[in-house]
Nanobody
Framework: QVQLVESGGGSVQAGGSLRLSCIDS????????MGWFRQAPGKERAFVAV????????NYADSVKGRFTISRDNAKNTVTLQMNSLKPEDTAVYYC??????????????????WGQGTQVTVSS
């Protein structure tokens, strides 16, 4: 059973950096595409960055292009999100997601059937 556990959230000032990590603690890494989504207060969950099964393809939301980098290590069952030049509008709960069926870097949340519990990222101005 896939069990996604996120870590690395926290509070930072604008311009700072954070690194989010997600591991499949169930040790049954059947995930195909993986990604990060976020939900800000009063807003719907939105995609941030996704990566294909072999890591050769990525997609980023326009708002984070050039600032965030997603990567994965299938040998360690982990996916990470390096977030640089953080802005107050990046404040949200960030969720790790994994798809058991789709291998390409899909940005559609409905393609992801496993989700982590979320980790809070707060960026102050």
């Amino acid at each position: 059973q896939v069990q996604l556990v996120e870590s690395g959230g926290g509070s930072v000032q604008a311009g700072g950096s954070l690194r989010l990590s997600c591991i499949d603690s169930g040790r049954t890494f059947i995930s195909r595409a993986m990604g990060w989504f976020r939900q800000a207060p009063g807003k719907e969950r939105a995609f941030v960055a996704v990566i294909s099964f072999i890591g050769s393809s990525t997609n980023y939301a326009d708002s984070v292009k050039g600032r965030f980098t997603i990567s994965r290590d299938n040998a360690k069952n982990t996916v990470t999100l390096q977030m640089n030049s953080l802005k107050p509008e990046d404040t949200a709960v960030y969720y790790c997601a994994a798809s058991s069926t789709v291998a390409v870097a899909t940005t559609t949340s409905g393609d992801y059937d496993y989700w982590g519990q979320g980790t809070q990222v707060t960026v102050s101005s």
